[in-house]
């Protein structure tokens, strides 16, 4: 059975669409029969990123300002409404714990936590209206494991992974689920100082039990799977798609 148009008829936002994982799930969804509000701060970069797609509409708006959700709800119901919210935007700084200071923590939490959140609150009606709704947002791995430096961006990955919880439990009558997806290492530009030294690139290979990066194209899929209507018994659940990192890698020598 031919699993093409599983999106069909679907209205989905997808955020921080203009790279990596969310650019890679703007154009799976679409290539899966979906409309796609494709969101990136940059307009120039989300053209660029989803040239001649007429499945696919870019639309500029940063997810952290006050707007922001209003904006992407309004240009999403415009589509014909909304069956699927994708948060994958995300802010990475990193800082050692000691030197943290307000600003990089409130721009971290603006970008990862309040943002998000508020789109997801903003769209709550239009998922009703769809009997199906979806609510994909993009965790991380850093919530089972994390490095030092990332205190920030743990700490703001943790509560986005709470508040989809509870987005779970409170939505689930209407129809609506709610997951994470954890990435574990994926190669986006994000993680391009990785590919580009080769230590590093060995460590963190090292790490997978599969012996490799992830690619954005594998976070997709789980994605997909997360956003079909059939998938409507699935809800509150954290998704792992890390290579077995957060399981640890038999380094012991020993055999089954």
Not at 123 to 128: G, Q, R, T, V
Not at 228 to 252: E, F, K, L, M
Request: aromatic letters at 6%.
């Amino acid at each position: 059975m031919s699993e093409a148009g599983r999106l069909a008829g679907r209205v989905a936002i997808v955020t921080g669409a203009s790279s990596g994982m969310g650019q890679a799930i703007a154009t799976l969804f679409a290539a899966e029969g979906a409309k796609v509000l494709a969101v990136s701060r940059d307009q120039a970069a989300i053209e660029a990123a989803h040239p001649g797609n007429a499945a696919i509409t870019p639309f500029a708006a940063d997810i952290a300002a006050p707007d922001a959700a209003d904006r992407i709800v309004a240009a999403a119901q415009a589509l014909g409404g909304i069956d699927i919210v994708v948060n994958a935007a995300a802010l990475f700084e990193m800082a050692p714990v000691e030197q943290i200071g307000r600003d990089h923590w409130d721009r971290t939490f603006a970008t990862n936590v309040t943002g998000p959140a508020t789109l997801c609150l903003k769209a709550i009606p239009a998922l009703k209206r769809s009997g199906s709704g979806r609510i994909v947002n993009i965790g991380s791995i850093c919530v089972r494991l994390t490095n030092p430096g990332m205190a920030a961006y743990n700490a703001s990955k943790h509560a986005l992974t709470g508040f989809t919880m509870n987005l779970a439990v409170e939505l689930g009558r209407y129809g609506i689920t709610a997951n994470v997806i954890q990435p574990g290492t994926i190669l986006t530009g994000m993680t391009r100082p990785i590919v580009e030294d080769a230590a590093l690139l060995r460590y963190f290979e090292g790490k997978t039990s599969v012996g490799r990066l992830g690619e954005a194209d594998e976070i997709a899929h789980a994605a997909l799977y997360l956003a079909d209507p059939r998938a409507g018994y699935t809800t509150g659940q954290t998704i792992g798609v890390d290579g077995g990192y957060s399981v640890g890698v038999n380094d012991t020598g020993l055999t089954a």
